[in-house]
């Protein structure tokens, strides 16, 4: 009955350069925003630079790569209000594999480092959940996530992280067990950006690949930015 306030965003840029865990992130991402009950538009980089984007106050962006001129105008929108999420490598570089600096300081990070990546993803087929192929072992205290208030859950990270080097004046959410931030919260102008340096989607779908209930803390790592924004 009424317009959604959140969008939901799958960059065509980053489908010629992202991984396996990054393009099913994006479904994940949904997923938990469903069981949330929070109604979203889905958009593509050809909408976000056409349409009026003040009708949203948050949007989540699921891809690695996305083009210059498009990030330019998602600081822009989060610097008026706006309220941003992306995981995992999320919005690192442009359309020419360069990378996004435009970014970099609304998501509050000093530097993007590429994933540590411990478990393979297999992208779905249409016919049964593949599960995650068993990698390398993680980093010794590095597989653990837990938030602070008010995201008071850990989970174990069954897929990999992306370790995030948050610049002065960026929240720190939720911290892995080495004590590297897992999940940070940035002010620009008068919005606000948040950073998950887990696959948070992919993550969230762990548990019903094991053929277990969705685990509400996990989603909480997803949703808590649109409660946050007032939607």
Known sequence: ALPAEVAVVRPLTSAYFE?????????????ALAHAHIPVDALDEGFLMSEDLSRYKAIYISGSHIRRDVAQKLADWVKAGGTLYTSCFGLARDEANQPLDILQPVLGLKERQEPDMWSGVSRYGATGLAGFKPGKTPPENADTVTGKNPLNGSF?????????DPAQGTDVMAVDADGKAALTKHRYGKGTAWMAGTYAGVEYAWETMQKKPFDADKRAFISIPVREAGV
């Open 19 to 31: 991984n396996s865990a990054s393009w099913e992130n994006g479904k994940w991402v949904y997923t």
């Open 156 to 164: 174990t990270i069954a897929v990999g992280r992306e370790v995030l």
